[in-house]
């Protein structure tokens, strides 16, 4: 069997439907596909198509174009005109390249010259399963969208809670209160404790005090953890303090730049045999901008990262979603939680808290990853887009499909970051994007 029909098992069916009416071709797509893990079904017929969805749902449909009953084009109209559209591919001859051009213009995603071969075939299809993931996880948060406009959370909502803490001007004060406390060595309770159990497991000799190997093993953990933590002070009081230094780079550019993160955390994600699926949305718009420290932006996202791949099951996809909209680009991060102690993803009454320091919603942490667990990783990640000008979220979102898996719940850490368009670059104050106010042109006209 090929490695690449070794997919994962993924949040919706491995299913396929493949309406082909040549015996000969439907056998030898039978053949390949009976030593994969897919599901699948070979009709030769437009109409025994359309009855096999009636009966069961297909989220990738091959299509001949020559169809004894229909034309290979009428059938993908009406399979685009299904409430959830599949991912369609067609399966033609090579003489029919300038049909399938015209074909591309009624929205399939690929195509497959006959005679296929197996490696492509399955490369197609596992990459045409994975863009039906993320299509369904992007009608998921418009859907979800909805239902939050409807509860009255939107941007005057954070804004006002923002207010009530009185804003960076008290993050201030407490990083810097806190930072202070942990780096004179006060605050940890466990590094209390062992010195006591030092004084009352230790041997008193001659030359001092004879300690326990165990114990000063221990002792050295724990400091490792307190250095971790002062340095995350530090990074924290840093960003809070300095005045951004941001570039301006095109939405293409910025997707350049997660897909060089996300290859760079291939390894980590090994750790849980987890990967990643990176929407194209945006990835070719060259005529808006997001202003950026690159650095900083790039340990935001990793943290966003590092936490999906903590608190998701082993074996998940974690998905990430460009959208670049009218004013700001939305980049989501989503997941597939474990559960946790009987909690499933984020209860909307944490939403807010788990930006806080030293808020965790789950009480266990997986020590694979070697990070620090003090709940500031993603206090970290907030503190670098609002200095971006931008915004942070976390919350739930529910399978709108209803499947055979429906109502699972996938955690959204969605960030937004503001979009500048060229015309308007030269009015944008680059050391406080926030407080930027683009003026509105009035076109040349008489006086």
Same mark, same amino acid.
């Given at each position: ?43 030769? @017929? ?45 399966? @033609? ?86 930072? @202070? ?267």
């Amino acid at each position: 069997m090929s490695d690449v029909s070794k997919r994962r098992t993924g949040k919706y069916p491995q299913r396929i439907l493949i309406v082909e009416d040549d015996p000969i071709t439907g056998r030898v797509l039978e053949s390949i596909l009976e030593r994969s893990h897919y599901e699948f079904r070979i009709v030769p @017929t437009a109409e025994e198509a359309m009855v096999a969805i009636d009966n069961s749902f297909f989220p990738v449909i091959v299509v001949d174009l020559h169809l004894p009953d229909s034309s290979g084009q009428d059938l993908i109209q009406q399979l685009n005109e299904q409430p959830v559209p599949p991912i369609i591919l067609v399966h @033609t001859v090579e003489q029919d390249r300038e049909r399938i051009i015209e074909t591309m213009k009624l929205g399939i995603y690929d195509y497959l010259i006959k005679p296929v071969s197996e490696g492509d075939l399955f490369n197609r299809l596992e990459k045409s399963l994975e863009v039906f993931e993320l299509r369904q996880m992007q009608r998921d948060l418009e859907k979800e969208r909805e239902i939050r406009v409807r509860k009255q959370l939107s941007w005057n909502l954070w804004k006002e809670t923002l207010i009530f803490r009185n804003g960076d001007r008290f993050d201030q004060s407490l990083f810097g209160n806190l930072h @202070t406390i942990v780096s004179q060595g006060r605050g940890f309770g466990m590094l209390v404790s062992m010195v006591r159990d030092m004084q009352m497991m230790g041997q008193q000799t001659d030359d001092g005090l004879l300690i326990p190997d165990a114990l000063v093993n221990m002792l050295i953990e724990n400091s490792h953890s307190a250095e971790q933590a002062i340095r995350r002070f530090q990074s924290i009081n840093t960003i809070l303090r300095t005045p951004p230094e941001l570039q301006p780079l095109t939405v293409a550019e910025f997707y350049d730049e997660v897909e060089f993160i996300l290859d760079d955390m291939k390894e980590m994600a090994a750790l849980k045999n987890q990967s990643f699926a990176l929407s194209s949305g945006g990835k070719d718009e060259k005529d808006r901008y997001v202003l950026i420290e690159r650095d900083t932006l790039r340990e935001a996202i990793q943290e966003i990262m590092i936490n999906a791949m903590k608190f998701s099951r082993e074996g998940s996809s974690i998905l990430i979603l460009f959208k670049p909209l009218v004013e700001t680009l939305e980049f989501s991060i989503v997941s597939e939680p474990t559960e946790n102690h009987g909690v499933v993803g984020i209860p909307e009454q944490y939403e807010t808290a788990i930006f806080e320091p030293f808020y965790r919603v789950g009480r266990t942490v997986d020590e694979r990853f070697a990070t620090l667990d003090y709940g500031l990783g993603l206090t970290f990640a907030d503190k670098i887009v609002r200095k971006h000008g931008g915004r942070i979220r976390a919350f739930n979102v529910k399978d709108h499909l209803n499947l055979e898996r429906g109502g699972q719940v996938r955690v959204n850490v969605q960030t937004e970051i503001p979009l500048i368009s060229e015309k308007d670059l030269a009015q944008v104050n680059l050391q406080d994007p926030a407080r930027t106010i683009i003026q509105p042109r009035v076109p040349a006209g008489p006086v």
